[in-house]
């Protein structure tokens, strides 16, 4: 019997096409998911090794990791690991949907220039410090990579170049902005009586002049973060009505947080001599302790001002005067004199990644009826609070207190979700202090 072949219509050929492409795009979407069963979409550091992790616009280390689209500036990462051998690093970004539940489902090269798996080179070995290590840093955007679109990215930086072999080791958050709306913000006094004395509270507005976009009240959602605080984010929030080219998010109360107090601060940029927040700075054989002032709960205590960095760091050195190489590790002593409570007590800041990790969890001494914590810190400004774990989340209300007199710094960004888009733009960011209200 002969069988002969049908000659392939351009309508076949067109419909073969697509089915290709849509099985290739389908397996290579699975392979990408399953190598990212390991990842956390959030700051985390994945290994102890790793320490003194920081993610920053260029030049504004106190400034969340957000940038504009088509703008020159550049985020830095920087990162020491105290294994103190060289290892190849490795890194990619991946795009991330409005609210961090799931990788966007998109090929990379739809939001991508360049190549991914590329390996951090610039490292460079401490010097004369008595914890040694080395630090490794990398600008994004750079010639090998860069980013085409506006919304939520993750950075995944591996230890190893293999893609089979490597692993991850820090993960990172930023965001880039496609500005096309403008927000604006109106501080007020909280309409629940029993926040009056330590919320802030604000209503939101959205103006999207000469950028008209269908069915807000469904297409627009807007997160509000306070010192970027993701862990305690206000997310998806949609106008709850709009008149002509300005859309209302909130008028009902839903924008509330918690003011707490001012920071804690802890300045070690040089440990010659005691600065703020430091008691003592003991040199040893085996390093630098560096004891803390004894630290007492705030929750009942009157609020002062001072001047703080709204819970973020800085890595800086005024011993050597090398901020990169030339910083030293101590092993930084936190006490809190307290009577013990129920939840645990935690070190908590933008270096701990707000998180209840058990290398800044704090122990109790029932003789000394104090918590203590030892942390290892490289060389720089800190701020911190002390917080209770509730529900796997930090609060530190109920240590630090809560005043709205006190200043914070809050982020606004504005999402739109276009009817048969592929991704979520991120059209608006707003970077505000609350002495603006």
């Known amino acids: 019997m002969v069988i002969s072949k049908l000659p392939l219509t351009n309508d076949m050929i067109l419909m073969k096409t697509k089915f290709l492409f849509l099985f290739l795009s389908l397996f290579s979407l699975s392979h990408v998911f399953a190598q990212y069963e390991e990842i956390t979409m959030d700051d985390y550091v994945y290994v102890t090794n790793i320490k003194s992790v920081s993610f920053f616009p260029s030049g504004n280390p106190l400034e ?41 489902d998109m090929e990379r090269l739809e939001y991508i220039d360049g190549f991914q798996n590329e390996e951090i080179d610039d490292d460079a070995f401490s010097v004369n410090t008595f914890v040694p290590y080395i630090n490794y840093q990398l600008p994004l955007p750079n010639p090998d990579l860069a980013w085409t679109i506006s919304g939520n990215y993750l950075l995944i930086v591996y230890e190893g170049m293999d893609l089979d072999d490597r692993i991850p080791v820090i993960t990172r958050r930023f965001m880039v902005v496609d500005k096309q709306v403008n927000v604006i913000q109106n501080g007020r006094r909280p309409r629940d009586v029993s926040k009056l004395r ?75 001599f005691t600065s703020n927040g430091v008691n003592s700075i003991d040199l040893n054989d085996y390093g630098t302790d560096v004891l803390l002032d004894l630290g007492k709960p705030r929750r009942d205590a009157y609020y002062t001002t001072v001047p703080d960095a709204n819970g973020q760091f800085v890595i800086q050195n005024k011993d050597q ?43 109790y001494d029932a003789n000394r009826e104090t918590y203590i914590a030892e942390v290892k810190l490289k060389q720089g400004f800190y701020d911190f609070f002390y917080a209770v774990d509730i529900d796997g989340k930090l609060d530190p209300a109920p240590i630090e207190g809560s005043w709205a007199d006190a200043e914070n710094m809050y982020q606004v960004l504005v999402y739109l979700q276009e009817p048969g888009g592929r991704y979520d733009r991120l059209v608006g960011y707003l970077n505000f202090n609350s002495n603006r209200f």
């Not at 839903?254 to 001012?262: D, L, R, T």
Request: contains cysteine; glycine residues 4%; proline residues 5%.
């Open 321 to 363: 005067g090398n901020d990169r190489v030339g910083g030293d590790y101590a092993n930084v002593i936190f006490t809190l004199q307290s009577r013990e409570l129920e939840e645990e007590v935690y070190v908590a800041g933008r270096f701990t990644d707000w998180k209840p990790d058990e290398m800044y969890r704090m122990r």
């Open 64 to 104: 969340p990791p957000i940038v504009y689209l088509g703008n020159s500036q550049q985020l830095f990462l920087s990162f020491d690991d105290l294994d103190n051998e060289q290892k190849e690093f490795s890194y990619e970004i991946v795009h991330c949907n409005k609210d961090w539940s799931a990788f966007t």
């Open 198 to 272: 330590t919320h802030h509270e604000f209503d939101l507005f959205v103006n999207n002049k000469d950028f008209p976009v269908i069915d807000p009240r469904n297409n627009v959602y807007v997160t509000i973060l306070q010192n970027y605080r993701w862990d305690s984010a206000i997310n998806n929030l949609n106008p709850k009505f709009t008149v002509g080219d300005k859309m209302t998010i909130d008028n009902t109360g839903k924008v509330s947080f918690p003011a707490y107090k001012e920071f804690r601060p802890i300045d070690i940029r040089t440990l010659d």
